[in-house]
C-alpha cells in the first residue's frame, strides 16, 4: 500500500488526574480541537465486518484504516492508514470486490461502491505529544488524545506513527511504558468511539460486528473484538 502509516494504538479510560500526570511526565498539550467524523460502509457492513474503516473527517478529509499485522498480543491495536484517495480508492475497490472505478475521488465512488454513511458524531479534543526520558530523538513522538464524543463517552489514545513494521515492536513497548506510567491497568481495553456510538444507536448492526470479529479474532487472541476505530 503506497503512502501508507502504520498507526500503533491503545485506548484507556482517561480518570480526573490524567492531563496533570501528562504534565509531570513533561508532555504539552497541542491544541484543542472539535471535529465532525462520519464513518461509510455498506448496508451489510463489508468494510467494517473486514476491519477496513472509511472515515471523512471535517478539515482533514479521507481516511481508511486496514488491518495491520496482529504480531504481538496484548491490548493494543495496529493498523495502516490509507490518506492519498486515489490509494484509498484502489483499496475499496479491492476488498469490496469491484474493479477500480478511475482515479476519481473517495466521494465520487461511494455509489457506485453503494456506500453510504453508517455513524456521524462530533468530538472535542485535548492532544498532547511527550518524548519519553532515554528515547531515540529520532523515533517519532508518543500521541495521547484525550476525547470526548458529543454522544457522552470519554476515551484516551496513546498513539505512535511508525513507517515499518519492523519499528512495531519498539512502539508497542514505548506506548505499553507511558501507559503504565499514566496508571493505565495492563490488560485495561477500552472500546472505541464508533463502536459505542454503534451500540447506543444502533444496536443491531452492533452485534454484527461483534460477532464477526469475536469469531475472527478469538483463535489468535490478539485483538480486543471491540477495539477497532477511534
Not at 490509507?82 to 465512488?109: D, I, N, S, W
Not at 455509489?111 to 454513511?117: D, I, K, T
Not at 499514566?182 to 443491531?204: H, I, N, S
Request: a negative charge; aromatic letters at 6%.
Amino acid at each position: 500500500m503506497a503512502h501508507a502509516l502504520i498507526e500503533v494504538e491503545r485506548r484507556f479510560i482517561p480518570g480526573p488526574g490524567t492531563e496533570k500526570r501528562l504534565q509531570e511526565l513533561g508532555g504539552t498539550l497541542e491544541h484543542q480541537v472539535t471535529f465532525w467524523d462520519r464513518y461509510y460502509d455498506t448496508p451489510e457492513l463489508s468494510l467494517m465486518r473486514a476491519d477496513y474503516w472509511l472515515r471523512q473527517r471535517e478539515g482533514s478529509g479521507w481516511e481508511l484504516k486496514c488491518p495491520g499485522t496482529a504480531g504481538v498480543s496484548g491490548p493494543h491495536q495496529e493498523y495502516v492508514e490509507l490518506t492519498v484517495e486515489p490509494a484509498v480508492v484502489a483499496q475499496l475497490c479491492e476488498v469490496l470486490g469491484t474493479e477500480v472505478l478511475g482515479a476519481g475521488g473517495v466521494a465520487a465512488v461511494l455509489g457506485p461502491l453503494g456506500l453510504q454513511e453508517v455513524a456521524s458524531f462530533v468530538t472535542k479534543r485535548s492532544a498532547w505529544k511527550l518524548v519519553l526520558s532515554g528515547t531515540d530523538e529520532e523515533e517519532p513522538l508518543l500521541r495521547v488524545d484525550l476525547d470526548t464524543a458529543d454522544f457522552g463517552y470519554t476515551v484516551g489514545e496513546v498513539e505512535a506513527l511508525v513507517h515499518e513494521e519492523a519499528e512495531v515492536p519498539v512502539a508497542l513497548e514505548k506506548i505499553h511504558s507511558l501507559s503504565s506510567m499514566l496508571g493505565v491497568p495492563v490488560q485495561e481495553t477500552a472500546p472505541a468511539k464508533l463502536m459505542v456510538y454503534l451500540q447506543r444507536f444502533q444496536p443491531q448492526d452492533y452485534q454484527r460486528l461483534l460477532q464477526v470479529h469475536r469469531l475472527r479474532e478469538k483463535p489468535q487472541g490478539t485483538k480486543d473484538p471491540e477495539g477497532n476505530l477511534g
